[in-house]
């Protein structure tokens, strides 16, 4: 297996503009997760998906950020409007029940 | 929520020395990962360990969840070996989200 896949490793967008990350789990992993990583907050869970369906979205900041999961294969997370403050490294994971987790490479995020 | 402290946050070494990174949590655990963050970003998952001790060549790590802790023990460390360890935690209850802790810096010098 590839192992967890995202796009794009980078992105660079003005304020305002929508940003879309992409990411593709490991086939056969029931859970999918999406972190964002900073120096100031560490690695802080956003929302996490477990057979497609969205279970947690508590750590989603605010009305701006959406993510979708429409098969088990595919996820997406948007932010529209972007801020600068949205800048960081993305991070999905995937899983199994009572198993570790696998990182895709991350998504690093700068909203200029 | 359940808290995750790590220590030390900061460990420098030399090539070839041993080290023990500490992960102590706030509350009973289901789940408990360790991962490694290389230099360049990667993050990649060392033990899935609510429990017990495991071994993977020059690692291991030691779970003990009664007394809520959990270690990390890196022998004959090498330059490779830098980067952040980190723990990661669920919550009581066994849901699959990971609290992770703020990580120790390792860095192993030549």
């Known amino acids: 297996d590839a192992g967890v896949i995202q796009s794009p490793r980078h992105e660079v967008t003005e304020m305002g503009q929508e940003v879309t990350l992409r990411c593709k789990p490991i086939?056969?992993?029931?859970?999918l997760f999406w972190y964002r990583q900073t120096m100031m907050r560490g690695l802080e869970l956003l929302i996490y998906?477990?057979?497609?369906?969205?279970?947690?979205d508590s750590g989603m900041p605010e009305d701006r950020f959406s993510a979708k999961m429409p098969n088990a294969s595919f996820s997406t997370l948007k932010i529209q409007p972007s801020e600068p403050r949205d800048s960081a490294v993305y991070f999905c994971?995937?899983?199994?029940?009572?198993?570790?987790?696998?990182f895709g490479s991350g998504t690093r995020l700068t909203v200029v | 929520g359940i808290q995750v402290e790590q220590s030390p946050p900061d460990l420098i070494l030399q090539e070839g020395a041993n080290s023990t990174l500490r992960c102590n949590f706030s509350?009973?655990?289901?789940?408990l990962q360790w991962f490694h963050q290389n230099p360049w970003g990667q993050l990649i998952n060392l033990f899935y360990?609510?429990?017990g001790t495991k071994q993977n060549g020059r690692l291991s790590a030691t779970t003990v969840a009664t007394e809520r802790y959990s270690l990390l023990y890196i022998s004959s460390s090498q330059t490779t070996d830098s980067g952040v360890y980190f723990c990661?935690?669920?919550?009581?209850?066994?849901?699959?989200?990971?609290?992770f802790g703020k990580g120790t810096k390792l860095t192993v010098n030549p």
């Open positions: 994971a995937s899983s199994l029940w009572s198993s570790g987790y696998t």
């Open positions: 086939s056969g992993h029931d859970y």
């Open positions: 998906f477990n057979n497609n369906v969205p279970i947690d």
């Open positions: 509350d009973s655990v289901n789940n």
């Open positions: 360990i609510p429990s």
């Open positions: 990661a935690v669920d919550g009581r209850g066994g849901s699959e989200k990971l609290v």
